[in-house]
T-cell receptor, first 114, second 113 residues
Framework: DTEVTQTPKHLVMGMTNKKSLKCEQH?????MYWYKQKAKKPPELMFV???????INESVPSRFSPECPNSSLLNLHLHALQPEDSALYLC?????????????FGPGTRLLVL | AQSVSQHNHHVILSEAASLELGCNYS??????LFWYVQYPGQHLQLLLK??????LVKGIKGFEAEFIKSKFSFNLRKPSVQWSDTAEYFC???????????FGKGTMLLVSP
């Protein structure tokens, strides 16, 4: 089973709202990732968690706040977003972060910020 | 700096035509390479990967790719495309000792029936 699940599938929020995106995997992977993908562009890495600790933050604005409650779950908390943050947010996981790692992607959450 | 480049942004083919999508990489050391496909409205799916060994890698759905170190290339091929292959194709590289991916800009393949 190489499934990564994400909820919700779609999300519309105002610039003053607070919302959260959720990601879950049951493959026993110890690394999880958040990506942002704009239309017709490749995914851009936002955060990497390794063994439930944040290991990479690609200079993402603080209005995006990741959280890894346990090895299977990854959240992305959203607050005071801007319309330009509208995008597809992808979660991925891999066994580890040491290289020769295949990342498996979830279906994404399509976010629209009004 | 690490980079992955894909030559074509858009490719249009008729069904049964042969496909080759270009991918070149620039890495300082050992590199792992991947091809992902994103069907319309769907998530990224792994087509195939190269870590080491046989440079000709076979993936799902009849795709294959060849790692040519001297040309810094990892081109994706399929002998006969189908309408259902219409999708965006991303080449990605991964440096030795790291799991993070560097994606190319993607190639949109449109197969007409």
């Amino acid at each position: 089973d190489t499934e990564v699940t994400q909820t919700p599938k779609h999300l519309v929020m105002g610039m003053t709202n607070k919302k959260s995106l959720k990601c879950e995997q049951h493959m026993g992977h110890r690394a999880m990732y958040w990506y942002k993908q704009k239309a017709k562009k490749p995914p851009e890495l936002m955060f990497v968690y390794s063994y439930e600790k944040l290991s990479i933050n690609e200079s993402v604005p603080s209005r995006f706040s990741p959280e890894c409650p346990n090895s299977s779950l990854l959240n992305l908390h959203l607050h005071a977003l801007q319309p330009e943050d509208s995008a597809l947010y992808l979660c991925a996981s891999s066994q580890g972060v040491k290289g020769m790692e295949t990342q498996y992607f979830g279906p994404g959450t399509r976010l629209l910020v009004l | 700096a690490q980079s992955v480049s894909q030559h074509n942004h858009h490719v249009i083919l008729s069904e049964a035509a042969s496909l080759e999508l270009g991918c070149n990489y620039s890495y300082g050391g050992t590199v792992n390479l991947f091809w992902y496909v994103q069907y319309p409205g769907q998530h990224l799916q792994l087509l195939l990967k190269y870590f080491s060994g046989d440079p000709l890698v076979k993936g799902i759905k009849g795709f294959e790719a060849e790692f040519i170190k001297s040309k810094f290339s990892f081109n994706l091929r399929k002998p006969s495309v189908q309408w259902s292959d219409t999708a965006e194709y991303f080449c990605a590289g991964q440096g030795s000792g790291y799991s993070t991916l560097t994606f190319g800009k993607g190639t949109m393949l449109l197969v007409s029936p």
